[in-house]
């Protein structure tokens, strides 16, 4: 078992041009811990989950993974730390007339160099190909193995991108609207099968969700965003049907950003914006 990843933001905003899609963001997540993202779309969850790994490097502010400042790795060391942070977008980018396992072995590919990486995906050792199945077998699939990924139902396909991130000895895992193409049966299905694997591996797990009930239920922290900013950070349990309700208002309060509990200091401040900057509202 590898060690869990913790994860430190201070005050990271992140532009493209003069659009702000994170604004002032500050939290430290601890390793091991489980955590979701919610709010309406355009809030800034994903860019969040690619600050996290460094696939979005924060305009101003610091990321820190493991302690340390993403701004200090060089190339070689981020493309590292990368490699052993597992992320399953939400379009879970899957090659789909590939088989499954070479889907899954294509997660440790940046891990290796380019001819170690295509002799690995063409012509799988035994070894690997055990390693592979005892994984899909974790998931579920196991069967799956040399099927065409394009031939798998869309719940069998977000499993082979949960064994892809997890043939990577992740230190955590990303996931960003998971659940977002599934029917609601098959969406707690997955939801569970993530928060129970991250849990038995011990690893770090952040997730972006629209399913207000899924994220209550599975995710013990949750953090509201909204164009750009933190709304609250509280224990999922703490938050009431009126966050969620102004959460995804059409418009949103005219008042200062609400405090997020057990903290000292506001997350978010009315302070203006500088000249020609605009907050991301949609897409």
């Given at each position: 078992m590898v060690e869990a990843a913790g994860f430190q933001l201070e005050d990271?905003?992140?532009?493209?041009g003069a659009v702000s899609a994170l604004e002032r963001v500050s939290l430290e997540i601890a390793p091991g811990s489980a955590i979701g993202f919610v709010g309406p779309s355009g809030a800034g969850k994903t860019t969040l989950l690619e600050a996290l790994n460094g696939s979005r490097p924060a305009t101003t502010?610091?990321?820190?993974?493991?302690?340390?400042?993403?701004?200090?790795?060089?190339?070689?060391?981020?493309?590292?730390?990368?490699?052993?942070?597992?992320?399953?977008?939400q379009g879970l980018d899957l090659v789909p007339n590939l088989r499954v396992?070479?889907?899954?072995?294509?997660?440790?590919?940046?891990?290796?160099?380019?001819?170690?990486?295509?002799?690995?995906?063409?012509f799988p050792s035994r070894e690997v190909l055990r390693e592979v199945y005892a994984i899909l077998e974790r998931?579920?699939?196991?069967?799956k193995l040399f099927e065409q990924?394009?031939?798998?139902?869309?719940?069998?396909?977000?499993?082979?991108?949960?064994?892809?991130?997890l043939f990577?000895?992740?230190t955590a895992l990303l996931a960003d609207e998971p659940v977002s193409s599934v029917d609601p049966a098959r969406a707690r299905d997955?939801?569970?099968?993530?928060?129970?694997?991250?849990?038995e591996e011990g690893l770090t797990l952040c997730m972006s969700l629209h399913n207000l009930e899924l994220a209550r239920t599975y995710l013990p922290r949750l953090v509201g965003l909204r164009a750009g900013?933190?709304?609250?950070?509280?224990?999922?349990?703490?938050?009431?049907?009126?966050?969620?309700?102004?959460?995804?208002?059409?418009?949103?309060?005219?008042?200062?950003?609400?405090?997020?509990?057990?903290?000292?200091?506001?997350?978010a401040s009315s302070q203006p914006r500088g000249p020609g900057e605009v907050r991301l509202d949609g897409g």
């Open positions: 990271v905003w992140v532009r493209f502010g610091t990321v820190r993974v493991g302690g340390r400042a993403l701004r200090d790795f060089g190339r070689r060391e981020l493309r590292e730390t990368r490699s052993h942070i597992g992320f399953i977008h396992s070479q889907n899954v072995i294509a997660g440790r590919l940046g891990q290796m160099g380019f001819a170690r990486s295509l002799g690995s995906l063409l998931v579920g699939i196991p069967e990924t394009d031939r798998l139902s869309g719940g069998q396909q977000q499993r082979v991108a949960l064994a892809r991130a990577q000895k992740p997955m939801i569970d099968l993530l928060t129970r694997v991250s849990r900013r933190i709304v609250f950070d509280r224990e999922s349990t703490a938050i009431d049907d009126g966050a969620f309700e102004s959460l995804y208002a059409l418009r949103a309060p005219t008042d200062d950003v609400p405090h997020p509990i057990d903290r000292d200091e506001p997350i």
